[in-house]
């Protein structure tokens, strides 16, 4: 007997209840389904390959829900498979021990026959996309009762369930079939809500598929072309299934499981989403995505002073995303006034470079990382922008490809925010940790006291994030460092803390600031964060003298006052277009 492959998990197995995936053949594998899993959103998890011989656990005391994949192959003579009676029987006792199932098309299938229901070829294969509606009954059900009435699904078969199981019920109609419908613990969908239009191109352009195309009358690049323009919607209703699978019936059945062994289930995180790595998402993957709704990307790099380290920086992401992948569209270098030829190595790098003081000019120009971020989403052409400290060490394709990645994936996602280990430069010697003092010892604690939602952050005042126009737009810019937190509050405020992703970037090796000047950047955090939490949609506009000793050229030790100021630009949408509030 083969074993299984587990896949990322947050919890080891021997967690109550992992969500066991039963995967049929490579084609039809996790597609938009992946980063809920990867991500740690599915929480312990485990994929079983059926055809390779990988078997499921026999103890179903182990097993939290189940998710079974499509396939290539037919459900209705079980017996031309060798693996696939012995998945029946599985499939029936999971249900008959009330394990939360969830089958898709081949799964579907495979469901049907194992309840008692009856599977048949069809005369001709259902191809393309079709609006459902919900039945009385699948508007009570845990898992279809949020799909919205009218969104289409993507079906791509030849077979179908031409009879349901004794007392099964639809909760989905349209099309000429049944399909949806649940028998007690298991709800079995017909269509692919996994797949989006990346997925449907790889399999278009798969000869395996084109006899099934030729049957059904349908062209490859035809349905590609007719699904793109769906694709979002029918994503979007597709991971809104899986949502509430996982946070109805599987959770549920997780708790049950628990209290049986007389375990805790792990709390979730704080607030907001689990971190998701760099490497659940793929360079090219993403290239198809963004080409499939037509946004542009633009990476953006606020700059002073870092004629040292841009450079490389800017010739590494043009190397590898612009001229190799085609996945950004723009690098954007704003230059604030530096006076060691940042500018002019980043333009020879390859970087669109405008000078920060030229951008908006009539409204003139101040100092500070939130100004420079103002000016470059002014400047930038890019629909999705991918904000980048311009005196990273270690930069590579990781940190704009993990951070594109939730936003192309979800459309709930509005900012990604990065995540890393922060190595500090300590007397010649780099430490693996030490890094981001200000964060420990000022933001994190201020924001488990004050604005507990956002405790959950692992980096709040990382510099690398990636945001959608649409949202950049809406939102004031502190002018100096605290432009980062005051964004993930008023985010959090606006539209709720689901609205970011966290995205583990790795290792993250930059310049590190003396403590003095650690201080003053703590002070202007301190009145962001202040201010933010008497009134969060007032204007800023505060300062403060900060008293820091140092000695003079005699040793005598003294303080010197350093004026310290915070405040922010307004929305970007109200100086654009005056008048376009709300």
Known sequence: MATATTGPRRADRDAAGELVVLRHSEVSGLSAYGPALTGGEA???????????????????????????????????????????????????????????LGICLGAQLLATALGGEVVPRGVPQVGAIPL?????????????????????????EDEVSSLPPDAQPLLEGGDGIPAWRFGSA??????????????????????????????????????????????????????????????????RRETLAARRGTLVPPPLPRGRPIVHHTAFEAEELRERLHATGQRVSVVLPARNEAATVGDIVTTLRESLVDRVGLVDELLVVDADSEDGTGEVAGRAGARVVRQREVLPHLGTVSGKGEAMWKGLAA??????????????????????GLLGPLLHD?????????????????????????????????????????????????????????????????????GYGVEVAMLIDIADRFGTEAIRQVDLGRRTHDHQELPALGRMAAELLQVLTARRGDPHAALASELTLWQPARDETGALTLSPHLVTASERPPLREVLHPGAHG
């Open 187 to 252: 709800v079995a969908v017909q269509f692919h809500p996994e797949v989006d239009a990346a997925t449907l191109a790889r399999w278009t352009a798969d000869a395996g598929l084109h006899p099934l195309l030729d049957r059904a009358g349908v062209r490859g690049t035809e349905l590609l072309a007719s699904y793109r323009p769906q694709a979002p919607a029918v994503v979007a209703e597709g991971r809104g299934l899986l949502a509430r699978f996982l946070a109805g019936p599987v959770a549920a």
């Open 380 to 401: 930038a052409e890019g629909d999705l922008l991918v904000y980048l400290d311009a005196d990273i060490v270690d930069i590579g394709p990781r940190f704009v490809i």
């Open 133 to 157: 509606r919900r039945t009385q009954r699948g508007r009570d059900d845990p898992v279809v009762s949020g799909w919205r009435d009218g969104t289409p699904a993507l079906f791509v078969h």
């Open 411 to 479: 459309p709930d996602v509005l900012l990604t925010k990065a995540v890393y280990d922060r190595p500090l430069a300590d007397r010649g010697q780099l430490r693996d940790s030490g890094g981001g003092r200000v964060t420990e010892l000022l933001a994190r604690p201020a924001l488990a006291l004050w604005f507990p939602e956002l405790a959950g952050l692992a980096q709040p005042l990382s510099g690398e994030i990636a945001a959608r126009r649409s949202l950049l737009e809406q939102l004031p810019f502190v002018q």
């Open 43 to 101: 929480g312990p998890w485990h994929l079983y390959r059926m055809p390779e011989g990988e078997r499921p656990p026999e103890d179903l005391d182990d097993v939290g829900g189940v998710l079974v994949l499509g396939g290539v192959m037919s459900a209705v003579d079980p017996e031309h498979h060798p693996w696939m009676p012995a998945e029946l029987r599985w499939l029936q006792e999971a249900v008959a021990h009330e394990v939360p199932v």
